[in-house]
């Protein structure tokens, strides 16, 4: 916070956050997250989460979009299709 008054840093995010880590950020910060990066694709919606953040101004950016590990979703045919 200190260094975004100081217009040192141009927002504040937090990585891999759930409702329940928002719940106890939240009261104790003068300045929100304005950003929540999280894993995010087709497999894992994580929609409540989104949701959540969504209400409370908190922008979402999708790490791993076309998934990771065992998915392969980059070999899923409408990817393929669409690539």
Do not use: W
């Not at 504040?12 to 300045?31: D, K, M, R, W, Y």
């Not at 999708?62 to 980059?74: M, N, Q, R, T």
């Amino acid at each position: 916070e200190y260094l975004y008054d100081k217009k040192l840093v141009r927002a504040i995010g937090v990585s891999n956050f759930t409702e329940e880590h928002l719940e106890q950020l939240l009261p104790c910060c003068a300045i929100p997250p304005m950003m929540n990066q999280i894993e995010v694709h087709p497999y894992l919606s994580q929609q409540s989460l989104v949701v959540y953040c969504q209400r409370r101004g908190i922008a979402i950016t999708a790490y791993s979009p076309l998934a990771s590990g065992g998915f392969k979703l980059i070999e899923h045919p409408t990817i393929v299709k669409i690539a």
